[in-house]
Nanobody
Framework: QVQLVESGGGLVQAGGSLSLSCAAS????????MDWYRQAPGKEREWVAS???????TYADSVKGRFTISRANAKNTVYLQMNSLKPDDTAVYYC???????????WGQGTQVTVSS
């Protein structure tokens, strides 16, 4: 059974930093991309960043240059370092993985990030 457990959210002032972690278990994750999404109040969930098994990263334009995604395959863990945080970054942040075979899309429970102005 796949489990994704996020940690590291909290309250921070604008301009500050937070680091999120997502520990995965239940399948082999080292060869698949791992993603971060977020959902702000009243808005749809949006993609934030992805990292492939080989370490290639991609980012949403809204976070490019401020957020850094990374992973530790030996620990089945993906990280999101968030710097220069803005109030618009306030959201619940979710870890996500998707397997092709057997197919499956999995989400963590989410961790709240609140950025005060």
């Amino acid at each position: 059974q796949v489990q994704l457990v996020e940690s590291g959210g909290g309250l921070v002032q604008a301009g500050g930093s937070l680091s999120l972690s997502c520990a995965a278990s239940g399948r082999i994750f080292s060869r698949i991309p791992m993603d971060w999404y977020r959902q702000a109040p009243g808005k749809e969930r949006e993609w934030v960043a992805s990292v492939t098994g080989g370490g290639t990263t991609t980012y949403a334009d809204s976070v490019k240059g401020r957020f850094t995604i990374s992973r530790a395959n030996a620990k089945n863990t993906v990280y999101l370092q968030m710097n220069s945080l803005k109030p618009d970054d306030t959201a619940v942040y979710y870890c996500h993985v998707q397997f092709s075979y057997p197919p499956g899309s999995y989400w963590g429970q989410g961790t709240q990030v609140t950025v005060s102005s």
